[in-house]
């Protein structure tokens, strides 16, 4: 038995305890007015003194989880995706269950019961393809002056908007394809200090600001490949209203960090007579040098407010250094042990939103890009000699959805995603590639 199943069937008895002790109390409780007689069990002692101490300790035992089944026609059969993975070599459409996790959250409360000491999360994830642990993690809170907690285990990174933004809140089926490439998983192994005030008598504006380290591969490796680590941070200001019906929000977020070369090749772009290509510097210092990783990113949120609902307005853009290989530029979960390629990237996501008719109908556009490498443009990618790859080839992708709430936790989506290459000289990329994907999605949370 492998360790995500121990780690399933702990979770399963577990919460089968809890569940079995909440039907036994509500069982009980029903037969409290029903006990008539001096002669029939007295059920109210039992409830006071066995019962009331174990549900004692779950008072502050919240379990959460969501479920999206779903399903996808892509325009051919076979097609790469970033839109819940690629399609089998014989498929182009398919039933699949994307998400269905369960959350447990254990607060540990002050002992005024005003304000916790501490939190515990542990979240997994068990789909057709795999299970998985998700979250699990202890956070720390200051309880004096109630601005500052830290947090140490796996957690989401505190990097952008659409990257920490829900799966379950999020109102496009997936992230964008530079958010899946350079933070797969969106979570990572460290440490993190956060401050945000508590204090409910403070006026606007309100800022969160978060910083940690984390060992950098995420949850795409089995463990730590290297002695160098993510420093990530980002300031938020919370939603600030600017009149009645409109409000704004925004952050800057930062990652410096990066991972060891295992080999000696590092490649760079350079230019001779206006013609681009990759240099390799074959130097042995480069061995064990660090391949620098580094983003920057900004984000603002407008919420205007009317009669239907609200109108939104999102945009988000990244920029930075980041190293990868010849064919992809990936987050890798273990050591590259190839050459390394170092490119400059930017990436941007812009949403549009807008109640139609009530709040439970909501129509959405998306837009987003990734280029790989700014340095170098379409008819370059794909010449001899230059040693461009598919993995310099920038991509655009247009969305565009209809959601239909029905309840808080019950909602319906029907999202068409159109995606653009770069059209340049390699084999297969010379024209637009067909694989635009249709996701019909139910989504049941709770």
Not at 107 to 124: D, G, S
Not at 314 to 337: D, H, V
Request: aromatic share 14%; proline share 4%; with cysteine.
């Amino acid at each position: 038995m492998n360790i995500n199943k121990k780690v399933m069937a702990v979770c399963t008895l577990f919460i089968l305890r809890v569940i079995l002790t909440v039907i036994f109390v509500c069982f009980l409780s029903s037969t409290i007015n029903a006990q008539r007689y001096l002669t029939d069990f007295d059920s109210t002692l039992f409830i006071r003194d066995t019962l009331r101490p174990l549900v004692k300790r779950f008072e502050n035992l919240h379990i959460s989880g969501y479920i999206q089944p779903q399903y996808q026609i892509a325009a051919q059969k076979g097609i790469e995706s970033f839109s819940g993975g690629n399609f089998s070599k014989f498929s182009d459409n398919r039933f699949m269950l994307r998400r269905a996790r369960l959350k447990i959250d254990y607060v540990l409360p002050t002992k005024n019961n005003t304000f916790p000491q501490a939190l515990f999360t542990f979240q997994f994830e068990a789909t057709e393809r795999d299970v998985n642990v998700r979250d699990m993690y202890v956070r720390l809170y200051e309880p004096k002056k109630k601005n500052f907690s830290m947090t140490m285990g796996l957690f989401a990174r505190p990097f952008g908007y659409e990257v920490n933004l829900s799966s379950s809140f999020r109102e496009t089926p997936e992230r964008g394809r530079a958010s899946q490439i350079l933070m797969p998983s969106e979570r990572d192994l460290g440490a993190m200090i956060t401050y945000e005030s508590q204090n409910k008598a403070r006026k606007n504006p309100l800022f969160k600001f978060d910083i940690g380290v984390f060992n950098g591969q995420g949850k795409s490796g089995p463990a730590e490949f290297d002695s160098y680590k993510d420093l990530i941070s980002r300031v938020y200001l919370k939603p600030l209203p600017l009149s009645k019906t409109l409000s704004l929000s925004g952050g800057l977020s930062l990652l410096r960090g990066g991972w060891a070369q295992a080999n000696k090749l590092k490649y760079q772009i350079s230019e001779d007579n206006g013609n681009k290509f990759f240099k390799v510097d074959s130097s042995i210092e480069n061995i064990n040098d660090k391949a620098p990783r580094h983003y920057y990113g900004s984000d603002a949120q407008l919420i205007y407010k009317h009669d239907w609902g609200k109108a939104e307005i999102r945009g988000e853009y990244w920029r930075g250094t980041q190293p990868g290989t010849a064919t992809t530029t990936i987050n890798p979960g273990t050591l590259p042990t190839t050459p390394t390629y170092m490119r400059n990237f930017d990436a941007a996501f812009i949403y549009f939103l807008q109640n139609i008719i009530n709040e439970k109908w909501e129509v959405m556009a998306k837009y987003d890009w990734y280029d790989p490498n700014v340095k170098v443009k379409t008819n370059e990618i794909g010449k001899a000699g230059t040693n461009l790859t598919i993995a310099d080839v920038r991509y655009r992708t247009y969305g565009f959805g209809l959601t239909r709430y029905f309840t808080g936790n019950f909602k319906m989506l029907a999202y068409y995603e159109i995606v653009h290459n770069e059209t340049t000289g390699l084999n297969n990329f010379q024209n637009d590639i067909e694989d635009n994907v249709f996701t019909l999605r139910m989504q049941f949370r709770f």
